[in-house]
């Protein structure tokens, strides 16, 4: 069963391959294609009709590469583009806070042991593959955590 399935899939990816190669070997012939063409169209016309279309190209090329460059330029000396704003995060003192905000020190302290835990977890390989899977499935956790310890004033466990 299962051979039939690799089978199934190895097939589908020599057909997605050799159709890819196709693809890619139609558009690389493609500019040939069109080079050949312009320079029939091209040897067709007279000496004359192709010195003008020449400078007309140039003409009309030359001012809007000055413009779309002056325009850069320009945008470069005003300042940047985007202007980033700084976000600082709240701080809620533990004298003023709220009790239904306050973090007891059971909780700062699980906080701290799920933080030394990830950390640790970073130290090998076995523990990077686990790390690395608890991230797949909850990617901002690590910011999350960062976040709490910031706003209650927490020191990370070095």
């Not at 004359?48 to 000396?77: E, Q």
């Not at 003192?93 to 059971?106: E, F, I, M, V, Y």
């Amino acid at each position: 069963m299962k051979s039939e399935k690799n089978q199934n899939n190895n097939n589908d990816k020599i057909k997605l391959l050799t159709s890819l190669k196709k693809y890619a070997k139609a558009i690389h012939q493609s500019p040939k294609k069109f080079d050949k063409w312009l320079t029939s169209q091209i040897s067709q016309l007279p000496e004359k009709r192709v010195k003008v279309l020449l400078i007309v190209t140039v003409a009309i090329l030359i001012p809007s590469m000055m413009l779309a460059f002056y325009m850069g330029i320009k945008d470069i000396t005003n300042g940047p583009a985007l202007k980033m704003q700084f976000i600082t995060a709240p701080s809620i003192p533990r004298k003023h806070a709220s009790p239904s905000l306050q973090l007891s020190g059971h909780e700062i302290e699980k906080l701290q042991a799920c933080r030394k835990y990830l950390d640790s977890l970073k130290n090998n390989k076995e523990g990077i593959a686990i790390f690395d899977s608890i991230i797949k499935q909850r990617p901002h956790l690590l910011d999350s955590l960062a976040y709490i310890e910031l706003i209650y004033g927490i020191n990370k466990i070095k």
